[in-house]
């Protein structure tokens, strides 16, 4: 057994807020043609910080009608303007929308965590860098899509309708945007009804940045405003990143249709520890794959898989590393895990923690202390579980790790590509052979070996059987926005 | 003497798992040449048939997409020579069943040249296709194709027999195993294909062709929870938007393909699924 660490002293971390500045409007419109509009039927809604409950700012709730003006202004665009513009013009804009996001990182990251109630740490270090990365990576391909695809030439779709979903607000919507843009396709996006407000602040800095007008349109809203856009027939391809059942919804409304799509959706992986890896990395693997971002990630290691001769050495160092984790106030910057997203998220997990118990699986909380106002959920571990237990085989999207363990390399990826997704996977072994093995039988889009929960606007990210289809990131990303033409038969 | 002697006739089955068996259901449809007269009675397979077939083709799964990307091009080179060594019999087959002969022995060396043609891509299609992305971290970055997996092939009603070649050779090159419904004005064809399949090293399962009515076989592959894609190079717009549907329980690929579609790398692409691997760079 390990020796715990010992954390019981008196020297504690002093509070260290971030005290950047940000602007914010009381109120926010839709982005629609360039300009900022009102619904068309006055609706708004309130966008709340979850760490206080506090209201941020009112938001514009677009119906089907406002839907209809952003992708009538998109068509304009695209015809008009975007479509004509040569391509090398085209990534000027893109690595001109990168510089500006490097010039204000901090003000978006500020922004970020005050909307979505992610830790500082991570709007700061990982979420806005890779933004203005993804811009600057997909600004390049724009004058270069001929060395893509060989044999092919690649054409935009038109419209790209685009919907993103609420645990990386502005690094999902550059990660739709870029390549769409690149492509020379033009845009209206609806961001996710919690966390609307970066998308709106990027829509600021796009009229700063001259993009003409129409090419990205952004519509505020929840659900409703989502169908409208996916059931708009000007919108000639949907990008859909989300729950793996809207992804489903969308796919049957799309079916009688003949638009084009891809799918981003859900997870369960697998962080398979074997008994030869170095232990305190994979620990640290571990913690950084579930917590990361309170666990709201799809591609989350929700489930740890360890083997059995080292199960108690790792669940006791986990549980040791997990009493340190500081929960709480989003903007310090010794936060680790931060604020659920929503309450309507917080009862989710909570429904979850309290159906494990039911399940009969043994629930592990570090003690911590929460604040008051907003919405928390201490690090969870969940032992004890069987393979068909709903904590296993649904995507639970918080801080909450379901334990199992094998004996063999074969039991665990049996395990492993159990349940329907196939998002991401984690394995850790200090044998290289091994890790070729295993990470080529695991079924998933993404597989780090040795480490985890690590993206780059080079690397394509996307899933196997229900966690979708298409990828974003790389060359690859290139083709969820593309038509491949054959130059000999069209 | 000679002029008395009766011709043997060939029984048209099903292929599933590496045999040759009845449909389960025991139901027939007979099969008249143009002039009327019955050629045979195919089987009319049944949903059990196409589930059955999805089992075989899932069965076979880890040993044909486990198979080295040189062997599988042997396999599919090795199909394309006893296509070549049957192509008179597979001409006046389809002449028998309507196709002019000319045409007949013209489609059956296309269909042999496609084989080729992808038997060369197997070893190829990852090198034209996988990436090393030069990510901003000190990480080993790759990405590669592996197949998809059961992929479900719903053959067009013409070419007869270059239809259904053409959807299987991309979705085996790839490494998937496949489940295709055959053509309905060319069923004797798709088993002939069938019997050259299995002498060819095609491992038993990597292949299952079933004859019958397609939307009665498209309607049980698209709602099946193992059926990983369907490629569909029918024409029955109305029959494929139901399939859709079906088919978004758990998110299949629905590709659409022409019912002649010209080979391409990007109908290997179609079946295949994208994975990063990312390793840190240390000592």
Redesign the interface.
């Known amino acids: 057994m390990t020796t715990p660490l010992n954390f019981d002293t008196t020297w504690r971390y002093a509070p260290a807020p971030e005290s950047i500045p940000v602007r914010l409007r009381k109120s926010y419109g839709l982005f629609i043609g360039g300009e900022w509009t009102e619904a068309k039927d006055g609706r708004t809604f309130r966008t709340i910080n979850p760490a206080s409950e506090k209201v941020l700012a009112r938001v514009a709730d677009a119906s089907a009608a406002d839907v209809d003006r952003a992708v009538k202004a998109a068509r304009r665009a695209y015809d008009r303007v975007w479509s004509k513009l040569p391509a090398a013009e085209r990534g000027k804009y893109l690595f001109r929308i990168a510089r500006m996001i490097q010039e204000r990182a901090r003000e978006f990251a500020v922004v970020e965590s005050m909307d979505g109630g992610k830790p500082i740490r991570e709007s700061r270090d990982v979420d806005i860098p890779l933004v203005a ?1 993804h811009f600057f990576y997909y600004a390049g391909w724009a004058d270069k899509l001929d060395y893509a695809f ?3 030439r690649a054409a935009p779709h038109g419209v790209a309708g685009q919907i993103i979903p609420w645990n990386f607000p502005l690094l999902m919507a550059a990660w739709k945007l870029a390549p769409a843009l690149a492509t020379g396709n033009t845009v209206v996006l609806k961001p996710a009804e919690t966390t609307p407000l970066t998308a709106l602040k990027l829509a600021e800095l796009i009229q700063d940045a001259d993009l003409p007008p129409g090419v990205v349109n952004i519509v505020t809203g929840g659900g409703e405003t989502g169908a409208a856009l996916v059931n708009h027939p000007g919108a000639d391809k949907i990008a859909f990143t989300g729950s ?1 059942e809207v ?3 969308i ?2 409304a ?3 249709t003949g638009r084009s799509y891809t ?1 981003e ?1 859900g997870g369960k992986a697998a962080n398979i520890v074997f008994e030869d890896a170095a232990l305190d990395q994979a620990v640290e693997g571990i913690v950084n794959g579930i917590f990361f971002n309170q666990g709201h990630v799809c591609c989350a290691g929700s489930r740890l898989l360890v083997q059995e001769s080292v199960a108690e050495t790792v669940v006791a160092k986990l549980k040791d590393r997990m009493a340190t984790l500081i929960v709480g106030d989003p903007l310090d910057k010794n936060t680790d895990i931060g604020a659920i997203n929503s309450k309507e998220q917080w009862k989710r997990i909570q429904g979850y923690l309290k159906l494990g118990e039911a399940e009969g699986a043994e629930k592990y909380q570090p003690a911590c202390a929460l604040p008051e106002k907003g919405y928390w959920c201490p690090p969870t571990l969940f032992t004890g579980v069987s393979q068909s237990d709903r904590l296993v085989q649904e995507e639970i999207f918080g801080p909450v790790l379901a334990i199992q363990t094998f004996r063999t390399p074969a039991e665990a990826v049996e395990k492993a590509n159990n349940p ?1 997704y196939g998002l991401s996977g984690g394995v850790w072994t200090d044998k290289g052979s091994k ?1 070729f093995k295993i ?2 039988k695991v ?9 985890y929960n ?1 993206f ?1 606007p ?5 899933g ?6 298409g ?1 974003e990131g ?3 990303g290139l083709l969820p926005y593309v038509r ?1 033409l ?1 130059p000999e ?1 069209s | 003497m000679s002029s008395s002697r009766i011709p043997v006739l060939k029984t048209y089955k099903l292929y599933i798992g590496g045999a040759f068996p009845r449909t389960e259901s025991g139901r027939y449809l007979p099969f008249a040449a143009p002039s009327g007269r019955v050629l045979a009675n195919i089987c009319h397979a049944s949903r059990k048939d196409a589930r059955d077939a999805v089992k075989a083709a899932r069965a076979a799964f880890p040993g044909w997409s486990g198979a080295s990307a040189y062997l599988r091009g042997q396999i599919l080179y090795r199909l394309a020579e006893m296509l070549e060594a049957r192509a008179e019999a597979f001409a006046a087959e389809l002449k028998a069943q309507g196709q002019p002969l000319p045409a007949a022995r013209k489609e059956v060396q296309a269909a042999v040249d496609l084989l080729v043609h992808y038997a060369g891509w197997t070893d190829k299609v990852q090198q ?1 296709f996988s ?1 090393v ?5 000190s ?1 080993f ?1 790759f ?1 590669m194709q ?1 197949p ?1 997996g059961v992929v479900a092939a719903v053959a067009p009603d013409r070419p007869g027999l270059g239809g259904l070649v053409g959807l299987l050779a991309p979705a085996l090159a790839g490494g998937n195993t496949v489940v295709a419904a055959a053509s309905e004005t060319f069923p004797l064809t798709a088993i002939t294909l069938a019997e050259a399949i299995h002498s060819s090293d095609v491992p038993g399962g990597a292949v299952n062709i079933l004859t019958g009515v397609r939307n009665e076989l498209l309607a049980p592959l698209a709602a099946h ?1 193992d059926v ?1 894609a369907v490629v569909y190079a029918a024409e029955d717009g109305a029959a494929w ?2 399939a ?2 079906q ?5 299949k ?1 629905m590709i659409r393909r022409a019912p002649a579609a ?1 080979p ?3 109908a290997i692409l179609d079946t295949l ?8 760079v240390g000592v």
């Open positions: 990365a060989p044999g092919r793996t992804g489903k919804r796919l049957r799309l079916a009688p799918l959706l329907p890790i990470s080529s079924r998933a889009g993404v597989l780090w070996a040795n480490t690590k780059d080079t690397a394509p990210f996307g196997y059987q229900e966690s979708g289809m990828r790389g060359l690859h491949l054959d038969h | 034209v990436s992305n030069p990510v901003a971290s990480h970055n990405s592996e998809t929870m990983n938007a139901e859709r549907v088919a978004a329980e758990n998110v690929r010209p391409s790398p990007y699924e994208t994975k990063t691997t990312w390793h840190p």
